[in-house]
């Protein structure tokens, strides 16, 4: 895995999530990259997001996770507006600042 990754939680089978923890944590990094189910063309996809002050993570009625933020385009990264996720599986952080950090130690 690329070292500017960092996994934030999410598995498919985990029994809970703190809505409270994750708003948090994904506030707090640069980007993320979600990984979901797309119901539409029925195959697992990839988009990479940030999390903003209009942002928000809660439990939907049907009992899954819903995180809502702003996408980016999987192509041109330019942003696409606010999406809603479900049926999500998994979420990577990217911290630029931990980048940065890291290339100055080696130096």
Do not use: P
């Not at 994904?26 to 002050?53: P, S, T, Y």
């Not at 819903?66 to 979420?91: M, N, P, Q, W």
């Amino acid at each position: 895995m690329d070292k500017r990754y960092t996994e934030l939680t999410i598995e498919a089978n985990d029994e809970l999530i703190c809505c409270d923890t994750l708003t948090q944590e994904l506030g707090v990094c640069d980007m993320f990259k979600i990984h979901f189910h797309h119901k539409g063309n029925k195959r697992n996809q990839v988009r990479r997001a940030f999390f903003d002050d209009k942002s928000k993570v809660w439990i939907t009625k049907q009992n899954k996770l819903a995180v809502c933020c702003v996408a980016l385009d999987e192509h041109s990264r330019e942003i696409v507006g606010y999406r809603t996720f479900t049926d999500i599986f998994k979420i990577e952080s990217i911290n630029f600042k931990s980048i940065t950090q890291t290339s100055e130690e080696l130096h």
